[in-house]
Nanobody, 124 residues
Framework: QVQLVESGGGLVQAGGSLRLSCAASGRTFSSYKMGWFRQAPGKEREFVAAMGRSAARTYYADSVKGRFTISRDNAKNTVYLQMNNLKPEDTAVYYC?????????????????WGQGTQVTVSS
């Protein structure tokens, strides 16, 4: 069992930056691939970024490539999402997710555990 708690969301102006953190419980954090997803009102949850167990593999949605960076610190059981040059269309609830199986980095079905989400609002 893994519990995930996100933090770092908030209100920021367009062009600004935020760093989201996701703290995981349990001693097997390094065994999980980690991902970030987001969900805007009235829309389905969509993939944002993911990282493999060893951090050697990273994946990004085209809409955030070059602006967002995912990273993890296995010693702290924490995954981060650095978000730069934010745009109003980035406004959403951001969710952290952990998945035990390999592959399926970019789909909701590839993850077993989810955090409660943190709101990110970007004003124009």
């Amino acid at each position: 069992q893994v519990q995930l708690v996100e933090s770092g969301g908030g209100l920021v102006q367009a062009g600004g930056s935020l760093r989201l953190s996701c703290a995981a419980s349990g001693r097997t954090f390094s065994s999980y691939k980690m991902g970030w997803f987001r969900q805007a009102p009235g829309k389905e949850r969509e993939f944002v970024a993911a990282m493999g167990r060893s951090a050697a593999r990273t994946y990004y949605a085209d809409s955030v490539k070059g602006r967002f960076t995912i990273s993890r610190d296995n010693a702290k059981n924490t995954v981060y999402l650095q978000m730069n040059n934010l745009k109003p269309e980035d406004t959403a609830v951001y969710y952290c997710a952990a998945g035990y199986s390999g592959g399926l980095y970019t789909t909701v079905e590839g993850y077993d555990y989810w955090g409660q989400g943190t709101q990110v609002t970007v004003s124009s």
